[in-house]
């Protein structure tokens, strides 16, 4: 089944070889970084987390949203979601593994990573974190990897692969709760510390995540000739609008609980990161930018007009995708440590090796995600 | 181990064991005995007007610094600090008003690692690399730490430090009785958990001219500091947030 991948067109090698160009780039400043230390990021004593972090919860998010496909079409039977299910396992397996790369690095000391296995901590989030995980790699791809070889040789999945899709759906709504109880359980940190931070990165989830699958869709159809339906496509639609218009609500709430209680140690944060702390506003315009393209992506989703059109479509889905990025990342975390713990606002900028090393792992998970489709289409192709 | 060597060590350690009391006599301070049934629980007390009357003096920092290899980084956001000064305001945010006295407000007060009853760092580091011990001081062990931060992030009070490059090459004179650190791992005060089992009071209470800082145990209700703690009004950090800071200060 793997060997699917091996057969493409100049055009796909092109793509591939481009994409790890890239990766190879990231490798080498990553490189820089292992011999000189985490010094050559923008990384400081009052922002201890930054980019790589940022990058990692987004992507959680996007991991998780699998099930907005994985649910309807496994639990209700959603026929129209036939051709999109794998599409989105395939893409969760992706960015975990992403998230992990961002974790890995992330570590002062990444070869001591095994300690997280040799000393399970229970009451670290961070291990159950792990935990979380690594149990949604293996489950998505032992259930697509299932579903997949039985498709092609035209039988129905094997009995046992039902469970694991059931238990797969809960698991994912556990992987993004979890990653926002690393934020949300520390008194040290009153910009996190809100009950609502689990179901604002589920509901930022379930919209950023299905916005990327729309926007794979759109992609496919016109580069590999694989149409997921104009039925699955608008479906999706309607579920990225409620996530956001659900999203953009819980931001609402959180603004309004901090600003009328009016306590210094939670306003502070979000005065800082919608005007400005001392002069310092970096994040100011690109969080003005996410909510502006939230309030558009809004309009254009809600309106069915609008969201029948296949291009204002694409459009919105990159918008969402993009504001969801800036608030649920740099916004999200960075914040949270300006002011500090001190009450010192200390700016944060990710600096170009970090920005290298970013950009070298959405190159190596935007290589696996097309390696794994074409698996996925290869398989398709040949059954008909 | 042959004989001839094993003879050698029994002498070299009854030398010890004679040499310790003449050494005694010329020790600074050390900590009063104790019974050996009460549980030991340290805490330090730190009176903020005699620290702030001596001045610019930070005797107690370059004595902790020195003794435990902190290096002195070039750049300020990647500073190491096991002890330092911050300001008032930064410390005590939450407690202040602008009609303090200006000399408490405006001077400096001395901060380090709280060893909090309840450590936010310890509940969140995933590898045990930092625990509280019985005696109640927060630990870390640098081998252990895979350098993920989350307990800088989790400590309130900022009294963790990160290694962001090899600390070694900001070491001028290397103390050879403690180790040194490597790029990638936290570190912070351990209360001179390794003085303190020779029966020594940590670094910077013993340095500081003004006895402006007192040591000892809270399991004892006769040692100094539940005789401050009992006579004198004590503020503590951030009190609200349950983690039940050991480190007092008298304003």
């Not at chain 1, 919105?316 to 500090?340: H, L, R």
């Not at chain 1, 944060?348 to 090393?357: K, N, Q, R």
């Not at chain 2, 750049?75 to 945010?93: A, C, G, L, Q």
Request: charged share 15%; proline share 6%.
């Amino acid at each position: 089944m793997l060997e699917k991948a091996l057969y493409g067109d100049r055009k796909y090698w092109t793509w591939l070889a481009a994409l790890g160009a890239v990766g190879l780039m990231g490798v080498l400043f990553y490189f820089y970084q292992f011999a000189n230390g985490l010094t050559v990021t923008g990384l400081s004593r009052d922002v201890t987390w930054g980019f790589y972090i940022a990058q990692f919860t987004f992507l959680v998010g996007v991991a998780a949203s699998a099930v907005m496909v994985v649910l309807p079409y496994y639990l209700h039977h959603y026929k129209a979601f036939g051709k999109m299910a794998i599409l989105g396992e395939f893409l969760a397996i992706s960015a975990v593994l992403m998230c992990m790369l961002f974790i890995f690095a992330d570590m002062g000391q990444p070869f001591r990573i095994m300690n997280m296995f040799l000393h399970p901590t229970l009451h670290s989030m961070m291990f159950w974190d792990t935990i979380a995980l690594s149990g949604y790699l293996v489950l998505n791809v032992v259930i697509s990897r299932a579903t997949l070889s039985a498709e092609r040789k035209g039988l129905p999945p094997a009995g046992w692969v039902k469970p694991l899709i059931y238990l797969s759906i809960p698991w994912a709504v556990s992987i993004h709760t979890v990653t926002a109880f690393l934020y949300a359980g520390l008194a040290a940190r009153p910009f996190w510390m809100t009950a609502i931070l689990a179901p604002r990165f589920l509901a930022s989830a379930f919209a950023s995540g299905p916005s990327l699958l729309i926007l794979l869709a759109l992609i496919l159809r016109r580069v590999a000739n694989y149409d997921v339906g104009k039925e699955a496509i608008q479906k999706l639609a309607v579920i990225v609008a409620y996530a956001m218009s659900v999203n953009v609500f819980f931001v609402l709430m959180e603004i309004f609980t901090a600003a009328y209680s009016n306590i210094p140690e939670h306003l502070l944060h979000f005065e800082y990161l919608f005007f400005g702390l001392e002069g310092k506003s970096a994040l100011v315009p690109w969080m003005w930018t996410s909510e502006i393209l939230a309030v558009l992506t809004l309009i254009l989703l809600i309106n069915p007009k609008t969201r029948a059109k296949e291009g204002l479509l694409g459009l919105a889905c990159a918008m969402v995708f993009v504001a969801i990025w800036i608030d649920k990342g740099m916004g999200m975390v960075v914040t949270g440590f300006v002011p500090s713990t001190m009450g010192l606002v200390n700016e944060y900028f990710p600096t170009l090796p970090e920005i290298g090393i970013t950009l070298g792992i959405y190159a190596l998970g935007a290589l696996l995600v097309s390696l794994l489709y074409k698996i996925a289409l290869g398989v398709r192709r040949s059954l008909v | 181990m042959d004989r001839r060597l094993f003879v050698k060590l029994t002498g070299l350690g009854a030398l010890g064991l004679a040499a310790r009391p003449a050494l005694d006599l010329f020790a600074a301070a050390e900590i009063p005995a104790h019974s050996p049934l009460a549980q030991r629980r340290w805490a330090m007390v730190m009176d903020l007007r005699k620290c702030q009357e001596a001045g610019d003096c930070e005797v107690c920092i370059a004595a902790c610094h020195q003794a435990h290899n902190v290096p002195k980084m070039d750049r300020p956001d990647e500073e190491i600090k096991w002890v330092w000064k911050e300001s008032f305001h930064h410390t005590f945010h939450d407690q202040e008003h602008p009609y303090l006295d200006e000399q408490l407000r405006h001077g400096p007060v001395l901060v380090t690692c709280n060893h909090c009853e309840n450590p936010p760092c310890v509940r969140v580091c995933p590898t045990q690399a930092t625990w509280k011990r019985d005696d109640g001081i927060v630990m870390m062990d640098w081998h252990r730490c895979i350098g993920c931060r989350y307990c800088i992030v989790g400590c309130p009070y900022g009294s963790r430090s990160f290694n962001w490059q090899d600390p070694r090459k900001h070491l001028a004179e290397p103390h050879k009785d403690f180790p040194t650190r490597t790029k990638g791992v936290v570190e912070k005060c351990t209360l001179c958990e390794e003085r303190l089992t020779r029966n020594q009071l940590p670094a910077c209470v013993e340095a500081c001219p003004a006895g402006a800082l007192v040591f000892g145990d809270l399991g004892d209700p006769d040692s100094p500091v539940r005789e401050l703690l009992k006579s004198r009004y004590t503020l503590r950090r951030k009190p609200n947030l349950g983690t039940q800071p050991q480190v007092y200060y008298i304003v």
